[in-house]
């Protein structure tokens, strides 16, 4: 018997049945029915029945419109009850960047072993129907745009999912590397990141004449085109225009850098354990670091114009961050201090705790990025591995007004308990 979720009886199935196994008799003659695949329907009370010989064992497909198909293996004699799961549709419309319907594309919807193929109507409009509940893979493909690959999930039985896919055309940047003089530059590797999403969308190499094409980017995007090679590195950011397919740019290769220094402290531990990072100011790259235990360190490679900022770290000294690191200064001395330990409270003006209050402190004469920190559900915060000096430490909450106080840290003493009472807005 078939029937539906709801128990209801489903008429007119289609059930088909083929043998599984070829028993041979004793002369090797196969037993199989004379018929090795038959179909049938089911009647007004959703049954079914077919004549079948002993001992075989069957496949046996089941579908209707509007359900899934089941499969199912039984033996001759056996009664099955089968229900059919009812089946999705999934639809929707396909257009581009400005919303416009695009026409002729390709789907080819996956589920398992199933491929099922359609085409984006003159308005854009495509479906499958009869889609298993579930989770599938769609993928889209026309050839003015860049194809899509979308994973659906939550496909219910009897459900309509409407989905509006947008496509864009594929753009190009071809571009050219040369050396300050004009000369191009032959095997250099170019690499094409995307500024506003930081993901590096493709790797290239010049050819003879020093140039290259980078393909499948999103017009109106900006990237940065980064080259390397054995004279040197250059870079270069383009906007990709909304209106055409290529954009040209070139990259100039200037001669690389080296910035080579030292770390001290108060003991020759200090220098042993000491950690150097180094960025750029923009966070595009991290350049390698080469240490040693006595403290010294370089890093090659650095790109002329672009300035880095060094990091410096220790077990219980305190960070120490220089900004603006460029060529024209391409040997440094760090010194570690003793790391300062700070803590305090947040409380409003009636003397309640705040939670999540943030505390920022920003040092001046070191530079760097500020150091933060939050209270937590009984107003309290601390900090560690603060540099001494001058701070400006900005306490905020939401619905309260900042509060700004210039502390002073010292090493390797703490200090005392920072109270900080907040005034609301209102």
């Known amino acids: 018997m078939v029937t539906d979720p709801d128990g209801a009886p489903v008429h007119g199935a289609k059930v088909r049945v083929s043998v599984r196994s070829n028993v041979l008799d004793g002369r090797g003659k196969s037993l199989l029915p004379q018929s090795s695949a038959l179909v049938v329907e089911t009647d ?55 919303e416009r319907p695009i026409p002729g594309a390709t789907f080819r919807l996956m589920q398992g072993d199933q491929v099922r193929v359609a085409h984006s109507a003159s308005n854009g409009q495509w479906n499958f129907d009869e889609v298993v509940a579930g989770s599938a893979w769609l993928e889209v493909a026309h050839p003015d745009y860049e194809p899509r690959a979308i994973r659906v999930v939550g496909l219910s039985d009897g459900a309509v999912e409407s989905r509006q896919i947008t496509l864009v055309r594929g753009a190009t940047v071809l571009g050219d590397v040369r050396t300050a003089a004009g000369v191009p530059v032959f095997g250099a590797e ?32 900006r990237y940065r085109v980064t080259a390397l090679h054995q004279l040197g590195q250059g870079r270069s950011e383009v906007m990709l225009a909304e209106n ?36 750029s100011e923009d966070g595009t790259e991290n350049p390698e670091v080469i240490a040693t235990a006595e403290g010294s360190f370089s890093v090659p490679g650095l790109m002329a114009g672009v300035s880095y900022r060094l990091v410096a770290s220790a077990p219980g000294m305190a960070i120490t961050q220089l900004s603006g690191v460029k060529q024209s200064k391409p040997t440094v001395q760090v010194e570690l201090e003793p790391a300062v330990t700070a803590a305090g409270r947040v409380l409003s003006a009636q003397g309640v705790p705040l939670e999540s209050a943030l505390v920022k402190f920003n040092f001046p004469q070191q530079g760097g990025a500020a150091v933060l920190t939050w209270t937590d559900a009984a107003g309290n915060w601390q900090v560690q591995g603060l540099p001494s000096g001058e701070a400006w430490m900005t306490v905020s909450h939401p619905g309260f007004q900042n509060h700004v106080t210039q502390e002073t840290f010292a090493a390797p003493a703490r200090g005392a308990l920072i109270i900080t009472s907040l005034t609301p807005l209102f």
């Not at 790797?203 to 980078?214: I, K, L, Q, S």
């Not at 290529?246 to 030292?262: A, H, M, N, Q, Y």
């Open 44 to 98: 007004q009370s959703g049954r079914y029945r077919f004549a079948s010989a002993p001992f075989f064992v069957y496949e046996i497909l089941i579908s209707a419109a509007g359900f899934g198909t089941e499969t199912l293996r039984a033996r001759s004699g056996s009664w099955l009850d089968t229900t059919l799961r009812r089946t999705a549709i999934l639809e929707g419309t396909l257009v581009d960047v400005l």
């Open 190 to 221: 170019v690499e094409i990141t995307s500024i506003t999403q930081g993901l590096v969308c493709g790797h290239y190499t010049t050819n003879a004449d020093g140039r290259f094409e980078g393909h499948a980017l999103v017009p109106g995007e």
């Open 244 to 279: 055409l397919d290529k954009t040209l740019t070139t990259v100039v290769i200037e001669p690389t850098w080296t910035l080579s220094g030292t770390v001290t402290g108060p003991s020759p531990s200090v220098a042993a354990y000491a950690h150097v990072a180094v960025t």
